[in-house]
C-alpha cells in the first residue's frame, strides 16, 4: 500500500501564503499581518484563517481565489476553506503604518528635502476653489517667513501662474529644472526675511491654456513624477500641491512617490459637493496618505450690511470633517474680491489680509504651522540622524511609530 502523503504543517501553509499579494497594499498577506494562522485536519482539510482590513474589502473574493488555490497546491490537501475576520481599528493602524513604511522605503529618489512638510490641497470636483486655496494658503505661510514650494499638479485645469501673476518660462541648469520665484513681504514686516515662494505649473511649458488639454492620464501621473525629481526645489519649509479635481492617478502617483505627503479636502457647504470630497478622502486614505483636514470654502456670502447669505447650503465641511474624523479648519466665506484678486494675480491674503475670506485662510496657515506641522530644521541634529537612520535602517525594520521626522522649529 502506498504511504499517505505527509500532511502540510502551519509553517508550509504560511510559507506559501508568501505568494498572495495584495495588489493594494503592495505587500504579501503574510507581511502584511493578514495571514492569522490555518488549522489542518488529519484527513487533509485546510481552513486558513484571514483577516481583511474591513469585511466589505472589495478584493475579498481574488483573495480566497488566489489563497485557496496556493494551498491545495500542497501535498496531502484535500479541500481548503478560508475563514476571514475583520481587524480592529489597533491593528489596522499597525498594517496602515507597515505599508507607509514600505512605501517609503520604495519610494524613487524626489529632489523634495526630507524637512519639507506637504501638502497636498484636493477636491472631489473643479470649481470649488481648491486653486484658490492653495495659492492663498501658500501666501499666508510665506508671509510667516517661511519658504513655500507651489506645485500645480491640475495639470488639465492649471491656474496657478495666473492666480500667483507668475509668468515666463522655467529655467534649467545641470540637467534640472529651476522653480519660478517670488518674494512675499512678511506680514511682520521688521521680524527676519522676507518668504518665499517656488512655483512650478504646466502652465510655464505650454503656450496656451488650452493645450494643456492634450495630456492623457498616464503622462499625468509621469509630469507629476517630473516635477518632483527633476525639478531643484532645493530649501523649502512647506510643499503645497494644488491637485487636479477627483481620485485617481496624481493622487495614486503622488502617495507613491511622497508617502508622507498629508490631504487637505476642499468642499463647497452642499451635501453633493460634501459626497465627492468624501471619495477624494476616502482615496487618500487608501493611498496611505493621512487626511489633515477638511475646508470648507464658499460657506456665506456677507454683505456690508451686516447680512448673510447661505448661497451654497450649510453644513456640509462639518458633517465631511465629522463623517472621516478630521478637523474643520476653516470655513472660507465668499467673496468677490478672492476672485478677483486670483484674476489679477495679487492673492487675497497679500492684497487684503484683513478680509474675512483672508483671515480664515491665515488662521488654517497658524494651526498647521503651530499644532498640526510645524516646520522641521534640517541643521538640528535629530534631523540629521534622522536622515542617518533612515539611508542606514534595513529593510525589514518594520513599522516606525509615526515620530515627527526632526525637531519643530519656531518662528
Ligand atoms: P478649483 O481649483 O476647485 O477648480 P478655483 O480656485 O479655480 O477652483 O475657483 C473657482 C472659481 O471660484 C474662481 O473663479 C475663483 O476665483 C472663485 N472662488 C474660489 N473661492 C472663492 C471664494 N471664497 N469667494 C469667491 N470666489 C471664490
Given at each position: 500500500m502506498?504511504?499517505?502523503?505527509?500532511?502540510?504543517?502551519?509553517?508550509?501553509?504560511?510559507?506559501?501564503?508568501?505568494?498572495?499579494?495584495?495588489?493594494?497594499?503592495?505587500g504579501d498577506i503574510v507581511d502584511l499581518g493578514m495571514f492569522r494562522g490555518a488549522d489542518i485536519s488529519d484527513d487533509g482539510a485546510v481552513t486558513v484563517r484571514?483577516?481583511?482590513?474591513?469585511?466589505?474589502?472589495?478584493?475579498?473574493?481574488?483573495?480566497?481565489?488566489?489563497?485557496e488555490s496556493k494551498v491545495r497546491g500542497l501535498p496531502g490537501v484535500t479541500s481548503v476553506k478560508v475563514d476571514y475576520s475583520e481587524m480592529d481599528s489597533a491593528q489596522r493602524t499597525e498594517l496602515m503604518q507597515k505599508v507607509r513604511w514600505?512605501?517609503?522605503?520604495?519610494?524613487?529618489?524626489?529632489?523634495?528635502?526630507?524637512?519639507?512638510r506637504i501638502i497636498a490641497v484636493a477636491s472631489g470636483k473643479g470649481g470649488v476653489g481648491k486653486s484658490s486655496i492653495t495659492v492663498n494658503l501658500a501666501v499666508a505661510l510665506a508671509r510667516r517667513g517661511f519658504t513655500v514650494g507651489v506645485l500645480d499638479a491640475d495639470i488639465w485645469g492649471f491656474s496657478v501662474p495666473?492666480?500667483?501673476?507668475?509668468?515666463?518660462?522655467?529655467?534649467?541648469?545641470?540637467?534640472k529644472i529651476h522653480p519660478n520665484e517670488l518674494e512675499i513681504p512678511r506680514a511682520d514686516a521688521d521680524e527676519g526675511a522676507a518668504g518665499r515662494l517656488k512655483v512650478i505649473s504646466t502652465g510655464f511649458l505650454v503656450d496656451e491654456e488650452d493645450s494643456a488639454l492634450m495630456w492623457r492620464g498616464l503622462m499625468l501621473s509621469k509630469a507629476l513624477e517630473q516635477f518632483l525629481v527633476d525639478v531643484r526645489w532645493g530649501d523649502m519649509d512647506y510643499l503645497l500641491v494644488d491637485m487636479p479635481p477627483g481620485t485617481g492617478d496624481v493622487q495614486m502617483a503622488l502617495g507613491r512617490l511622497l508617502p508622507r505627503t498629508e490631504?487637505?479636502?476642499?468642499?463647497?457647504?452642499?451635501?453633493?459637493?460634501?459626497?465627492?470630497?468624501?471619495?477624494?478622502?476616502n482615496m487618500a486614505q487608501r493611498s496611505y496618505l493621512k487626511v489633515l483636514g477638511v475646508i470648507e470654502n464658499m460657506t456665506a456670502f456677507e454683505c456690508d450690511h451686516g447680512g448673510r447669505y447661505l448661497l451654497f447650503g450649510e453644513g456640509g465641511g462639518r458633517e465631511l470633517a465629522e463623517q472621516i474624523d478630521v478637523p474643520l479648519l476653516a470655513q472660507v466665506?465668499?467673496?468677490?474680491?478672492?476672485?478677483?484678486?486670483?484674476?489679477?494675480?495679487?492673492p487675497l491674503v497679500m492684497d487684503d489680509p484683513a478680509a474675512p475670506a483672508s483671515q480664515a485662510i491665515q488662521a488654517v496657515a497658524d494651526r498647521i504651522v503651530d499644532e498640526l506641522l510645524p516646520p522641521l530644521e534640517m541643521a538640528g541634529c535629530t534631523a540629521r540622524m534622522f536622515e542617518a537612520i533612515e539611508?542606514?535602517?534595513?529593510?525589514?525594520?518594520?513599522?516606525?511609530?509615526?515620530?515627527?521626522?526632526?525637531?519643530p522649529r519656531s518662528r
Open positions: 502506498a504511504d499517505s502523503p505527509t500532511l502540510p504543517t502551519e509553517h508550509d501553509v504560511e510559507q506559501i501564503l508568501r505568494g498572495v499579494i495584495d495588489p493594494e497594499l503592495h484571514i483577516a481583511l482590513t474591513i469585511s466589505s474589502c472589495p478584493l475579498r473574493v481574488e483573495i480566497r481565489d488566489e489563497v514600505k512605501a517609503r522605503e520604495s519610494a524613487p529618489e524626489t529632489e523634495v528635502p526630507l524637512t519639507t495666473r492666480m500667483l501673476g507668475v509668468t515666463g518660462r522655467l529655467g534649467g541648469a545641470d540637467g490631504v487637505v479636502v476642499v468642499t463647497t457647504p452642499n451635501r453633493a459637493a460634501q459626497k465627492v470630497a468624501a471619495r477624494v478622502a466665506p465668499l467673496d468677490p474680491a478672492l476672485s478677483s484678486g486670483s484674476d489679477a494675480g495679487t539611508q542606514a535602517r534595513p529593510p525589514t525594520a518594520g513599522a516606525p511609530s509615526e515620530t515627527p521626522l526632526a525637531e
